[in-house]
């Protein structure tokens, strides 16, 4: 009796601990709305922001879970966007073709999502420098495409009739939500997903299970790659020109947001495809409230300043956690 | 005379688990205490509460007249009583000496820089003052096998000269030149009027070492016997509660297999480890190899699984297929249980239905692809039942089982995918002898029924009683060959040994 009331105070306790990024969510949101008040503007405006910003960062980190269950990480991933928007642009504005737009973008996502899994994995160039060498190339070709075709106005666009008929809330919510979906799918009920989560725990063990690592890094890349894919089109739904800045920090805000919802960054079993969605919309929350405080009074880039510290300590909380489990036993 | 540790009313709570109801012990001075109990009785805890690798819910502890509340493994190792812990620990990264000193570095400061010569001097002479003497200081751990790594461990605990040694569950990682240097310490320890908690699951093995036994069972303290009382089936029912038959190795003495062979292994060759070996496993039969840590019998189990590529040879299947990795190893029906279990077995923080799903996925797989609750939750039950299994339930992290019960799920992660040929490095580590046994009979049922079973030891008895071809190696080489026979004595097969 006093046992069964043990476990179940614990798995209460479990639970609280798996909504506590909900509810930091939820307080985000209240924060927001306060704050927004508080200084006179308009709320819908800010909404508007948080929602278009916060489903693009969704989408890219629910994407790169993938990469990041298997204790890996890839900051290329805003550059990538970029990139992959401004290939779409080009191939718009000659073909006048949205569907060709389309594919274009998902298919240069997705190659450059193969290009640093492969790198990675079969040259075995460390992660960390491949990672930010696609990063500044990707950005850089980008920014040149950009600026050579972009003349004076230091961007290149598409006209925005073409895809404003997507513009709207419920386009977005589903698109958000079909990903989402295929992701949570592909994670928990296939055989790719729970190999990759297992392989994030104990890469030796899942070699000597029979899991060909280099195989499914490279899965774990082309998920990314969708997320991508899917990230810049809607990126260019919400504004239809694109700038070098466009997308930028989406790369280190995608690791930020991940922890945020609460995943290991170790990966492993515990990762999760929802800490993207909630850590990806409770971080532009942040963000906008930070901007909105802070920059209005002093000085820009201390907004940063405050969510990187925020950042190392819901990793040291986390990973403090995690370190008490490894007893040697 | 006064005990030197006296551990009174300890209790220890994993949420829904109880792992000490309400222990007391004692530990005399110049006694060598051997614990014993089934998987999950709660030796590893109360002795890893004595060594300050976690803290009690309850209870009183007087170390030498004094409250005892160590702060961590480090402070009790520094303050009297050092533990060597059931799996590896050591850290792989570094050299050997850095594990020694690993937490008082300082000492070998000279104006702010490591001198690594002194510290490795002090180090090879912690090693050699256990009778280590193959093992250096400079050495990285990584280059070390298992048996060497644990050698490090005690000498890293001896070194500091703690009043009280405990030993969790770590003969059976060692072959007998490595219990003989931990034996030779056990001795020193009584001699000096110093204390050793020994735990095993060896039952002669712990009559022979240990002057008093303390019998647990669901975490509580049953009986304890002094050396005159030592008798085997006492101290085995009262370990289970009930009288287990008293020997659980195969009863028949006549070696027996099928035509067919299962498995080829052909001129393998791989650096130091393997000098052209050649060996033809057959569908049911149970083929024993056993030699001393370094005889290459190790290599051997992974070569065979494709984990290791030989330099030159080959290891084929009854159909001809060569095995040159792992996965293809288990498309042709081949398991493969580790002997660092911790590390290449298991996912320890993991739960236990990932563990053992995820060898046998293609089981129930829809299309080999559609992993459904409905289909692998029954799969994983039915592991932990037939296997008994002792946790909170499926989901339960590994690394919160005992030793024995990690085994387990190893065992239902091979053997619930139906291998074939399953090669066994060390299969009865740290396993209790209820488990031992159900694990010889499971062997020999799956003899029958055709299997190819491979089992890799350092446990001489285990061998002859179980397989059919016991196979011996030294340095790299096969060396003899012995049938299955009543005559086989421990003497004739050490010669071929050493
Ligand atoms: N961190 C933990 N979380 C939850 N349960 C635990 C934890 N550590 C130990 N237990 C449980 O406590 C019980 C006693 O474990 P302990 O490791 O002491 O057993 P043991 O006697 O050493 O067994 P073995 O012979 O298998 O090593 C087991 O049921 C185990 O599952
Ligand atoms: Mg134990």
Known sequence: MAQTNLAKKNRTRELLVALLPVAALLVLFGALCLTVNLKGYRLDMYLKIVFNEGVVLAVVATGAIFIYSLGSFDISLGASTLFSAAIGVMVYNSTQSLPLMICTIFGVAIGCSLLSSVLASVFHIPVFVTTVAMMSVLSAVAAQIITANGGALGGIGIPATVVAPLDNVPFKLIALLVFTLICVFVFDFTKIGRRLKFLGSNPVCAKLSGIKVNVYAIVAFVMAGLGVGLGAFLTLVYTPSVTPTTAGSIGMNILVAIVFGGMPISGGSRSRIYAALVGGFSYILLNNILKIVIDSGAGYGISQIVSAVFFLAVVYVTSMNYRTKLLPR | ?498
């Open chain 2, 1 to 498: 005379m006064e005990p030197i540790l006296t551990m009174k009313h300890i209790r220890k709570t994993f949420s829904s688990t109880v792992a000490l109801g309400d222990v007391s012990l004692e530990l005399w001075p110049g006694e060598v205490r051997g614990l014993i109990g089934e998987n999950g009785s709660g030796k590893s805890t109360i002795s890893s509460i004595a060594a300050g690798m976690q803290k009690p819910d309850s209870g009183e502890m007087i170390f030498q007249g004094q409250p005892w509340a160590p702060k961590s493994m480090i402070d009790a190792l520094h303050r009297g009583i050092g533990m060597i812990v059931q799996e590896s620990g050591t850290i792989s990264g570094v050299t050997v000496a850095e594990n020694i000193f690993l937490a008082e570095l300082d000492q070998f400061k000279r104006f702010g820089v490591i001198d690594r010569r002194a510290m490795n001097r002090k180090a090879d002479e912690a090693l050699a003052g256990i009778g280590v003497k193959d093992v250096q200081g400079s050495t990285p751990l990584a280059a070390l096998d298992f048996q060497a790594r644990k050698l490090v461990e005690i000498a890293k605990v001896v070194m500091k000269q703690p009043q009280i040694l405990v030993v969790d569950e770590t003969t059976t990682a060692l072959s007998q030149t490595g219990r003989d240097i931990l034996y030779d310490v056990i001795k020193r320890f009584r001699s000096e009027g110093r204390a050793v908690l020994f735990i095993s699951h060896d039952l002669e093995e712990i009559m022979d070492v240990c002057d008093t036994l303390t019998v647990l069972r669901d975490g509580a303290r049953i009986r304890d016997f002094k050396k005159e009382e030592f008798e085997p089936d006492a101290i085995r029912t009262s370990m289970i509660g009930r009288e287990l038959q008293g020997d659980y190795y195969r009863s028949d003495f006549t070696p027996s297999r099928l035509e067919e062979i299962a498995l080829k292994a052909r001129h393998l060759q791989s650096g130091g480890a393997l000098k052209d070996v050649s060996i033809d496993f057959h569908k049911g039969e149970i083929v024993g190899i056993g030699g001393l840590s370094h005889c290459g019998m190790h290599s051997l189990g992974k070569v065979l699984f494709g984990a290791e590529k030989p330099e030159s040879g080959s290891v084929t299947t009854a159909d001809g297929t060569k095995i040159t990795n792992e996965t293809v190893a288990m498309k042709h029906g081949i398991g493969y249980v580790a002997k660092d279990r911790d590390v290449e077995s298991l996912a320890l923080n993991t739960s236990i239905r990932d563990n053992i799903a995820i060898a046998g996925m293609e089981r129930y797989a829809l299309g080999n692809f559609l992993v459904t609750n409905a289909k692998e939750k029954p799969y994983v039950d039915r592991q932990i039942e037939s296997l008994s299994i002792k946790c909170a339930g499926r989901d339960q992290l590994v690394s919160q089982l005992s030793g024995g019960n990690k085994q387990k799920v190893v065992f239902g992660k091979w053997i619930g995918r139906g291998s074939e040929i399953l090669i066994l490095d060390c299969p009865t580590r740290g396993v209790d002898i209820g488990v031992k046994k159900a694990m010889y009979e499971l062997m020999t049922s799956l003899k029958k029924e055709g299997k190819a079973i491979i089992m890799i030891s350092e446990e001489l008895p285990e061998l002859m009683g179980m397989a059919d071809r016991l196979i011996i190696m030294k340095d790299g080489v096969v060396m003899k060959e012995f049938p299955r026979s009543e005559s086989l004595s421990d003497a004739e097969i050490i010669k071929y040994m050493i």
